[in-house]
């Protein structure tokens, strides 16, 4: 299956000049959406997962269903002030300013087998400021998987220190 045909371009959105690939169309679609997952699952089941990590909000989308399939934990990272608990935060940049994402300060103890998850790849500054937090919390990082990689932002350059795979491409 082609799952790039399901992804749809956006000109001028959010602001112009920028191409949104707007993965929706795969979403609705229960056999795009079951080979992602499959395929994405199929990547990282060797990896003896603990955990699987996605970013708020579009990586929670596969992260979980990717987590399940792999028999591992779910651990949300959330923006700012989201999340109930005690936190820890990382910082990011985006081309407009800092973000930041948290996730629970408890969520796996140290030796915790990590998968990195999120929908696109283009800085790597989500996936990095993901990786910093679980590197905090004293896991370990064995992917970075993602559904869309652009790579024309060389994320896999700000990643180059972890395994990374995306299930489409952009050049």
């Known amino acids: 299956m082609n799952l790039r045909s399901y992804v749809r371009d956006i000109p001028d959105f959010p602001s112009p000049g920028i191409l949104f690939r707007d993965i929706t169309p795969l979403l609705l679609d229960p056999r795009a959406l079951d080979a992602s997952i499959s395929r994405l699952i199929r990547y990282a089941r060797d990896m003896e997962v603990d955990y699987v ?3 708020e909000a579009r990586g929670f989308i596969l992260g979980g269903a990717l987590a399940r399939g792999l028999r591992a934990g779910f651990v949300p ?5 989201k999340l109930p608990h005690e936190t820890v935060s990382a910082e990011y940049a985006l081309e407009y300013g ?3 994402l948290e996730m629970h300060a408890d969520a796996f103890a140290g030796g915790a087998r990590v998968l990195i998850h999120d ?5 790597g500054g989500t996936a990095r400021a993901l990786a910093e937090l679980v590197g905090r ?3 370990e990082v064995l992917a970075c998987l993602f559904l869309v990689e652009l790579r024309s932002f060389e994320g896999r350059l700000a990643l180059s220190q972890y395994k990374v795979h995306s299930l489409i491409q952009y050049d």
């Open 53 to 55: 990590v996605a970013a």
């Open 77 to 81: 990272a959330r923006k700012r002030g």
């Open 98 to 100: 800092i973000d930041a």
């Open 119 to 123: 929908d696109l790849l283009a800085t």
């Open 137 to 139: 919390l004293g896991g």
